[in-house]
Nanobody
């Protein structure tokens, strides 16, 4: 069982940066692959980035590649999403999620989810 709590969202101007954090409870955090997703109003939840249990493998959606960076600190049971060059279209609720097994993009394969944190990018 893993419980996830996101933080770090807020209001930022276009071109700015934010770093999201996702703190996990439980002693088995280091055995889970972690992902970040977002959901804009009226739209489906979409994959942004994922990181393997050791941090050695990462995967990014084309829409954020080069702007967003996923990382993790297993000693702190935390995964991060550094977001740079933010655009108004990045406005959404951002979620972190955990799954065992392979690194995947499909949200249906993630077992544990946080409650989300709002990111709003003004133009």
């Amino acid at each position: 069982q893993v419980q996830l709590v996101e933080s770090g969202g807020g209001l930022v101007q276009a071109g700015g940066s934010l770093r999201l954090s996702c703190a996990a409870s439980g002693r088995t955090f280091s055995s889970y692959n972690m992902g970040w997703f977002r959901q804009a109003p009226g739209k489906e939840r979409v994959f942004l980035a994922a990181i393997g249990w050791s941090g050695g493998s990462t995967d990014y959606a084309d829409s954020v590649k080069g702007r967003f960076t996923i990382s993790r600190d297993n000693a702190k049971n935390t995964v991060y999403l550094q977001m740079n060059s933010l655009k108004p279209e990045d406005t959404a609720v951002y979620y972190c999620a955990a799954r065992a097994g392979y690194l995947l993009r499909d949200s249906a394969w993630y077992n544990y989810w946080g409650q989300g944190t709002q990111v709003t990018v003004s133009s």
